[in-house]
């Protein structure tokens, strides 16, 4: 079953085109990532689909209902946890959780219980007594997230719920997506974290300049390189490389900079690393570093849009 489908969709800022006929159907159960840099188009389009903004063009539907018609009666069954920190400072953990619960129709037992849960699910129920502002970054995420599920939604949209917070809150936060999506929890993970992806998503599509590059699952998705290998190239004085004798060379298909290191991709069926090696020596520059990468996500991001998600 469809639980989300975005069609066409565009999101136009004057001349700025933030969101560019964009296509999804995200199924049931799923746990749905959205993968591109900063600027991407990830959170607008997150925001369109949780009736925050309106599109230019396009139609986005939620559990069969259009949006635009039925929005209120959407957002019941959605849960957002945003990208910026979006709890009261001055109130504690419990009063917070529980201003989004009354903000849902939770009232009188049913709200009391679904506080103690929400808090007890993030590692927060001991807290729970404490103000937001005492709060490190990785609690306030944590927090984020219980007032997000307070009213038990069927899908649960995060945005970048992990930046900026350290490896023990990550990882909390990793393994609360998967319970809950044990549970039944539709979920969409936007993130430009790669190793979040591969933990975690069911069905990745990546994103860039507001435009889909490619969907799939994770082996999709590595398929698309496995016919190409990505070599690595430190050199001292990168933006002396002869880059068109490079491109010249047989097998070469692309060739990329990366501060400096030099990206070449080259078919597996030609041999042409000696070719490659020579012109660099040949105009005398060092190099400091080399080897192939492993076909992995940032593989293919790399591949398909000649940098790497966190430039």
Do not use: W
């Not at 199924?27 to 959170?43: D, M, T, V």
């Not at 590692?123 to 944590?142: D, H, T, W, Y």
């Not at 984020?144 to 917070?165: F, Q, R, S, W, Y």
């Not at 990550?170 to 998967?178: E, L």
């Amino acid at each position: 079953m469809k639980v989300i489908e975005i069609k066409d969709l565009v999101k136009k800022y004057d001349d700025n085109i933030a969101v560019d006929n964009i296509n999804l159907n995200i199924e049931e159960g799923e746990i749905y990532g959205i993968l591109g840099p900063n600027g991407a188009g990830k959170s607008t389009t997150i925001s369109i689909v949780c009736s925050l903004l309106h599109p230019t063009f396009g139609e986005v539907k939620i559990l069969g209902e259009n949006i635009k018609k039925n929005a209120l009666k959407v957002k019941k069954h959605l849960g957002l946890v945003p990208q910026s920190i979006a709890v009261y400072s001055d109130f504690t953990a419990y009063e917070n959780v529980k201003f989004f619960g009354e903000l849902y129709g939770l009232r009188g037992s049913q709200l009391k219980e679904s506080i103690e849960k929400a808090l007890e699910f993030t590692g927060l129920l001991e807290v729970k007594n404490k103000r937001a502002k005492e709060f490190s970054g990785g609690m306030l995420r944590r927090l984020n997230i219980a007032c997000a599920i307070i009213h038990n939604p069927k899908i649960l949209i995060m945005d970048e719920p992990t930046v900026g917070i350290d490896p023990q809150s990550r990882n909390h936060i990793i393994q609360a997506v998967k319970e809950l999506n044990k549970r039944g929890t539709t979920i969409v993970y936007t993130t430009h974290y790669m190793e979040e992806a591969e933990a975690l998503c069911s069905k990745i599509a990546i994103i860039d300049k507001g435009k889909i590059i490619v969907e799939g699952s994770k082996e999709e998705l590595k398929d698309i390189v496995s016919d190409k290998r990505i070599l690595n190239i430190g050199i001292n004085d990168i933006y002396k490389v002869n880059i068109e004798a490079l491109k010249n060379i047989e097998g070469v298909l692309d060739i990329s900079i990366d501060n400096n290191n030099l990206i070449i991709t080259s078919s597996k069926e030609v041999n042409n690393l000696d070719k490659i090696i020579k012109i660099v020596c040949d105009q005398e520059l060092k190099i400091t570093d080399l080897g192939f990468n492993e076909v992995t996500l940032e593989t293919v991001f790399l591949s398909l849009t000649g940098k790497k998600l966190r430039d």
